[in-house]
C-alpha cells in the first residue's frame, strides 16, 4: 500500500526555522516521482510551496518562500525534506506532501505548521 507521511511541523515563534519531513512507501522507484510540498491555510487554496523533479533533476519553488525555504529528497531513504528558516505568520498553514508520476498523484495526511509569537 503507498503511504506518505509527514512530520516536523509545530508551533515556531517568527523568525524560526523548523524541519519537515516525508517519508514514502510502498512506492516502485520513488526516485521516478517528481515530488512536492503544498500548504492549506485555513479559508485559502491549496498551494504549491515547492517541488523537486524526479531524480533530484531540478527545483522550484513559490515566489513566496524563495529564499528562504529549501527542499530536498534521500532516494535511499525515500525520504523528501523541507527545510524553512525565516518563518513568517503567514507561512502557517497544513502542509503536505505530494508524489507524481505516470499520471498518478498521492498525497499524505499533512502536518500543521503555526508560525506565531
Known amino acids: 500500500q503507498v503511504q506518505l507521511v509527514e512530520s516536523g511541523g509545530g508551533l515556531v515563534q517568527p523568525g524560526g526555522s523548523l524541519r519537515l519531513s516525508c517519508v514514502a512507501s510502498?512506492?516502485?522507484?520513488?526516485?521516478?516521482?517528481?515530488m512536492s510540498w503544498y500548504r492549506q491555510a485555513p479559508g485559502k487554496e491549496r498551494e504549491l510551496v515547492a517541488r523537486?523533479?524526479?531524480?533530484?533533476?531540478?527545483?522550484n519553488y513559490a515566489d513566496s518562500v524563495k529564499g528562504r525555504f529549501t527542499i530536498s529528497r534521500d532516494d535511499v531513504k525515500n525520504t523528501m525534506y523541507l527545510q524553512m528558516n525565516s518563518l513568517k505568520p503567514e507561512d502557517t498553514a497544513v502542509y503536505y506532501c505530494?508524489?507524481?508520476?505516470?499520471?498518478?498523484?498521492?498525497w499524505g495526511q499533512g502536518t500543521q505548521v503555526t508560525v506565531s509569537s
Open positions: 505530494n508524489a507524481f508520476a505516470w499520471g498518478n498523484t498521492y
Open positions: 523537486i523533479i524526479n531524480m533530484g533533476a531540478g527545483s
Open positions: 510502498g512506492f516502485t522507484f520513488i526516485s521516478r516521482y517528481d
